[in-house]
């Protein structure tokens, strides 16, 4: 028996046995897979006109050690829910990767974000930002603490359940020594992003992961459109959630670029 599991212990690390077992999960989800090439495709042409630059922000995202770190987080989440209609939220690993890829490759001095929760995306911008080795990011985040009674009203009903672990703040799992470069303001966006563009001036990316209502997506996008300087992005989750973006996308005349089903974003 215990030749037996080492056995499946080296199979199971082998580079071929891993690229196997891809294969068999791309064979069982083929329009999956022809969607994912054709998001990277379209990415790539569109906004990046190097696919040798995605495959070189992959391997930088492999060796900083930061989906290492998100899988122990995860695990920390995991074992603290009790309640499973709650959720860690967040995007996924590749609209993470592209986030990334849109940040290390605008550099901006400026990034606002809507919407942290537990820090998945958060980490993965401040990790661009530390490999720009400049720029700053400015975030806005309403809470919702697993467990803990909120006034009624205070989340909006169609929204998930994302929720943090009790005691702990919005970003909690970003890694301590990707902080520096990182502002966290907590509270409403209808209530707080005006005032903090009105402090930054003009900003170079902005992404939407907050309330995805289509008042309030249309709200941020308004208030962050106008403050965005040419050639800045604006960035969008959930953007099937309502028509909210790609009725704004049509107001201003911009092509909209997936990286995901429900993510998109705009250059100015």
């Not at 040798?52 to 995860?74: K, M, N, T």
């Not at 603290?80 to 860690?88: L, M, N, Q």
Request: hydrophobic fraction near 40%.
């Amino acid at each position: 028996m215990a030749a037996l599991d080492s056995t499946r212990a080296v199979l199971t690390a082998s580079k071929p046995y891993r690229s196997f077992r891809r294969a068999l999960r791309t064979a069982a989800h083929p329009r999956e897979l022809a969607f994912r090439r054709r998001i990277r495709r379209d990415f790539v042409e569109s906004f990046l006109h190097d696919r040798g630059a995605l495959e070189s922000y992959e391997q930088e995202i492999g060796r900083s050690g930061l989906l290492e770190h998100i899988r122990e987080r995860r695990r920390e989440y995991d074992a603290a829910v009790r309640d499973e209609s709650y959720t860690p939220g967040g995007i996924g690993l590749a609209e993470r990767t592209y986030l990334y890829a849109i940040l290390r490759t605008l550099r901006p001095h400026v990034a606002v974000e809507t919407g942290v929760a537990n820090g998945f995306s958060t980490a993965f911008a401040l990790l661009a930002l530390a490999k720009n080795g400049k720029g700053e990011l400015h975030s806005i985040d309403l809470p919702r603490e697993m467990g803990k009674e909120h006034a009624p009203g205070r989340f909006y009903v169609g929204t998930g359940r994302a929720a943090i672990p009790p005691e702990s703040t919005p970003g909690w799992l970003v890694p301590d020594h990707l902080r520096e470069r990182w502002t966290l303001v907590l509270g409403r966006t209808q209530d707080e992003l005006p005032p903090l563009l009105a402090k930054l001036g003009t900003i170079d990316s902005f992404m939407h992961d907050s309330e995805h209502s289509f008042e309030c997506m249309w709200f941020e996008f308004t208030e962050a459109w106008a403050a965005l300087g040419d050639g800045g992005v604006l960035i969008s989750d959930d953007v099937n959630s309502t028509v909210a973006f790609p009725e704004f996308a049509r107001q201003e005349r911009r092509e909209p670029i997936a990286i995901g089903r429900g993510m998109a974003f705009l250059v100015k």
